[in-house]
């Protein structure tokens, strides 16, 4: 899919990010679950525009951008994240070092952990 045409970044106007669960192929292979496309070569940090967080204090801390593991797809008109599946220690990203869990509201509106750098909401 192109993107062709104004986004809402052209007018000034930064919508929140699309947050899922990334699904799994029989094979294992985490795939997007807008298109249904392989997004393993993603992996990594991604940002999170917008962010709904559960914990006040956290989201004072971390502000508009939230920084999370886990998968990308480019493939829509607003990039879709998803996250790695992780509990509050984070402790499956990068043996836990430098990383913590934080509760996000996903935009099937369910809670659910996210990796965090340890940085971002020790402020």
Not at 99 to 120: C, H, I, N
Request: proline letters at 9%; glycine letters at 10%; one cysteine or more.
């Amino acid at each position: 899919m192109s993107r062709s045409g104004p986004d809402l970044g052209d007018f000034g106007i930064v919508p929140p990010t699309v947050v899922r669960h990334p699904p799994t192929s029989r094979a294992s292979m985490h795939l997007c679950a807008e298109c249904g496309v392989p997004i393993e070569g993603t992996k990594g940090s991604h940002v999170v525009q917008r962010p709904n967080l559960v914990s006040d204090e956290v989201a004072d801390a971390v502000g508009d951008r939230l920084v999370v593991f886990g998968f990308v797809c480019e493939r829509h008109r607003q990039p879709v994240v998803h996250p790695h599946p992780t509990n509050r220690y984070a402790a499956n990203v990068n043996g836990g070092r430098g990383w913590t869990g934080v509760r996000l509201e996903f935009s099937d509106t369910v809670v659910r952990w996210v990796a965090t750098p340890e940085s971002q909401v020790e402020r």
